[in-house]
């Protein structure tokens, strides 16, 4: 499934939100999901493989932010 999943109330129900970020793979999974406490449309992703994704429509759509390419870009 590529679908991201919230719950408010401690596990018991969930809804979807939205897709997971292109390029997420059983190689580069996801390891953690961050709000913005300023702005609640705004999620951070990391994957474990050092890339972080970012939403600012409330996981409708992905940027890639940083990767460990990009840090070892000249």
């Known amino acids: 499934p590529r679908d991201l999943y ?3 109330d401690g596990g018991k129900t ?3 939100i939205g897709l997971i970020p292109e390029g997420v793979t059983n ?6 999901i961050v709000y913005d406490p300023a ?4 999620i951070y992703v990391t994957g474990d ?3 972080i994704w970012k939403s600012t429509d409330n ?7 940083l990767s460990v390419d990009m840090l070892h870009q000249e």
Do not use: C, D, Q, Y
Not at 27 to 32: G, K
Not at 39 to 42: D, E, F, K, L
């Open 6 to 8: 919230e719950s408010l």
């Open 14 to 16: 969930w809804n979807s």
């Open 27 to 32: 190689e580069h999974r996801l390891s953690n």
């Open 39 to 42: 702005n609640r449309s705004v």
């Open 49 to 51: 493989t050092g890339r």
């Open 59 to 65: 996981g409708k759509t992905w940027a890639l932010s």
